[in-house]
């Protein structure tokens, strides 16, 4: 399993297979050619401030989003935080960050656009360095 940033659709798919196969190529040199199996992409939680969020959905409902693609370890440790919370265990005052209603985001068609271009940008420019 290897990560990229960055939507498979359109020209994003052969920018970011090739990055990951030129990644691939610098951490394992002797790789040979690389046939991906599978591959799957989907929409990263991107926050204006880069702070996740904990957000009440009703009564005993509490959800967590908006890890910028960082949100392995976090979310491994917000879910058992929450379930804790949930269970009674840990009070709300006690949680790393603030419960909050949810609200939509401003421009969101936009700011993806914006983040899978520069992504683009990013590994593209990187076959060059």
Same mark, same amino acid.
């Given at each position: 399993?290897?990560?990229?940033?960055?939507? &498979?659709?359109?020209?994003? =798919?052969?920018?970011?297979?090739?990055?990951? @196969?030129?990644?691939?190529? /610098?951490?394992?040199? @002797?790789?040979?050619?690389?046939?991906? +199996?599978? !591959?799957?992409?989907?929409?990263?939680?991107?926050?204006?401030? *880069?702070?996740?969020?904990?957000? @009440?959905?009703? %009564?005993?409902?509490?959800?967590?989003?908006?890890?910028?693609?960082?949100?392995?370890?976090?979310?491994?440790?917000?879910?058992?935080?929450?379930?804790?919370?949930?269970?009674? /265990?840990?009070? +709300?005052?006690?949680? %790393? =960050?603030?419960?909050? !209603? %949810?609200? *939509?985001?401003? =421009? %969101?068609? &936009?700011? +993806?656009?914006?983040? +899978? /271009?520069? *992504?683009?940008?990013?590994? #593209?420019?990187? #076959?060059?360095?």
């Amino acid at each position: 399993m290897f990560g990229s940033v960055g939507a &498979l659709r359109g020209t994003g =798919l052969a920018v970011h297979r090739a990055w990951a @196969r030129r990644a691939l190529k /610098k951490i394992f040199p @002797r790789i040979g050619a690389v046939n991906f +199996e599978s !591959q799957w992409y989907g929409m990263i939680g991107m926050t204006d401030d *880069a702070v996740p969020r904990f957000h @009440r959905l009703a %009564p005993n409902v509490v959800t967590f989003c908006g890890y910028n693609g960082r949100g392995i370890g976090p979310g491994t440790v917000f879910g058992r935080v929450l379930a804790d919370h949930i269970l009674g /265990k840990v009070n +709300e005052s006690d949680l %790393p =960050l603030p419960v909050t !209603q %949810p609200d *939509a985001p401003a =421009l %969101p068609v &936009l700011k +993806e656009a914006y983040y +899978e /271009k520069g *992504a683009q940008l990013a590994h #593209a420019v990187g #076959a060059w360095f």
